[in-house]
């Protein structure tokens, strides 16, 4: 049965038929890290997502070239386009370079991914490494009249942008009423208008990381980036343009702003937006306590966790609810998630050794129960990658297999047809779509989990951060792994 592939775009506010507009080749970019501190749960949620996304184009047969960037200038403090920059204030705190600030939360964001079985991008380019493009760009947006240049800084005008278009076509909302909620310039005395937003900003003495430019020393605006980069390697315009809900009402719409003042042309077709994590029902947050690191989640270090789980479980639990819904995290939701993934995958290592000559007879209708079963793992994906529905589809598969290992179905007949139809669609979803695995301690992923934990605990140490190095040391106690220390530090690690 032909199934045709349906996607939620933001831009429009409905599903629609995904039609790429060079079949069979995708782009699709995703906003990345601001690679200046530890990855959090919520963007993991977030990538975890577009790579099940991913994933499962590239199952349909598409070629995907999927864009995801690295930030390392020009985010500031408040998403604005005033305070410090993020890596910059982070490497004077730490009396270090902002690039060996951003390499070393790169590293760890790599790592952290590929725990997390996620696979990497087709190209991960970097703000700082096209300071180039941005300054093209901002000469272009210049040039047709949609920005202006005050004291060394360039700004988009974004009033007399929609005197011709319609600047919050993404987020659904009319100029007035965004002007009329918006608060008053503050210390932006440069800007024209309160919605107006920074191409490029004018650096003062002390900023670390500027560039000349044609209008002085300076560095880009933050939504600059990701509307060079996507035009350099997608073309002006492309598939799907992805990320988190929270970059929706302003970052991506300045992006299209910048793309049609420059171009003429909204740059993506398809816009996604992945949705919020919740812990108990509130927003995950610092300062309530209630937002977790990965390693803290591995671990079960954080006050509110009962235990820690595996990566798989973690990614498991995510995908029980649609990309496009809130996660509310408790202990009982990902126990449940525990429980479910183990099942499932106990059912894929029986499938594994499972022979077609070896099955009982079963009902004749058995064949048609299986196919729709197998059906069903498609219909649940092809309807805006609903990640659920397939969950459920290879949950009733699953059934199935346990009762043919256990020879518990004694009449009728299974043709070799479905039987192999069944295999692959439980494989092909398990591992290549969803981008599960076994357990850590089957699939060989505890050397590289703990590696990860012990350089955390180093850097805790280091840090002066006993509280954190002592919870990292009694939660892996709890869980079965002895660390031994000596005067370099934690270097060793044994099974106990």
Avoid at 14 to 34: D, I, Q, R, S, W
């Amino acid at each position: 049965m032909e199934q045709k592939l349906f996607v939620y775009n933001t831009l429009t506010r409905k599903k629609e038929e995904f039609k790429p507009l060079n079949a069979p080749h995708v782009g699709m970019y995703v906003c990345g890290p601001t690679v200046y501190s530890d990855v959090h749960l919520g963007n993991c949620r977030t990538f975890i997502s577009f790579d099940l996304i991913f994933r499962y184009l590239l199952h349909l047969g598409y070629k995907v070239r999927y864009v995801r960037n690295i930030t390392d200038a020009g985010h500031l403090e408040g998403d604005s386009d005033e305070g410090e920059d993020k890596v910059s204030k982070k490497a004077k705190i730490a009396q270090l370079e902002p690039m060996e600030i951003v390499q070393k939360y790169t590293v760890d964001f790599h790592n952290v991914m590929q725990i997390f079985n996620a696979l990497p991008p087709s190209i991960e380019p970097t703000a700082t490494g096209h300071i180039i493009e941005q300054i093209e760009l901002v000469k272009d947006i210049l040039a047709q009249g949609y920005a202006y240049e005050e004291n060394g800084s360039v700004y988009f005008d974004v009033e007399k942008y929609n005197q011709t278009q319609d600047y919050g076509i993404l987020n659904g909302r009319k100029l007035e009423d965004m002007l009329n909620n918006t608060r008053s310039l503050g210390g932006q005395h440069e800007k024209h208008g309160k919605l107006d937003f920074a191409l490029w900003i004018k650096a003062k003495p002390e900023h670390l990381m500027k560039w000349p430019s044609p209008w002085g020393v300076g560095f880009p605006g933050w939504h600059l980036e990701c509307s060079a980069m996507s035009n350099k390697y997608l073309g002006q315009q492309f598939d799907i343009h992805g990320g988190g809900i929270d970059l929706m009402p302003t970052h991506h719409t300045n992006e299209i702003a910048q793309s049609v003042a420059c171009c003429g042309k909204n740059p993506a077709s398809y816009w996604l937006h992945t949705n919020m994590l919740t812990t108990n029902g509130q927003k995950m947050s610092k300062s309530l306590g209630n937002s977790f690191l990965p390693h803290e989640l591995f671990l079960g270090s954080h006050p509110l966790l009962k235990k820690g789980y595996g990566p798989m479980v973690v990614r498991f639990f995510f995908m029980q609810a649609s990309y496009r819904s809130t996660v509310d995290f408790s202990n009982e939701a990902i126990e449940a998630a525990e429980i479910f993934y183990k099942k499932l995958a106990e059912s894929a290592k029986k499938l594994a050794s499972l022979e077609q000559n070896t099955l009982v007879a079963v009902e004749a209708e058995t064949d048609l129960a299986i196919n729709e079963f197998c059906e069903d793992c498609y219909r649940g994906m092809n309807d805006n990658f609903n990640s659920p529905k397939t969950l459920e589809a290879l949950s009733n598969l699953s059934k199935w297999v346990n009762s043919f290992a256990a020879g518990t179905r004694n009449s009728g007949e299974i043709s070799t047809q479905t039987f192999e139809r069944m295999k692959k669609t439980y494989n092909d979803f398990f591992f290549d779509v969803l981008g599960l695995k076994q357990d850590k301690a089957e699939s060989g992923d505890t050397g590289q989990l703990m590696e990860l934990i012990v350089k955390l605990r180093n850097e805790a140490k280091a840090n002066k951060d006993y509280a954190t190095s002592d919870k990292i040391r009694e939660g892996l106690k709890q869980a079965g792994f002895q660390l031994n220390d000596n005067k370099q530090g934690t270097t060793d690690w044994v099974k106990i």
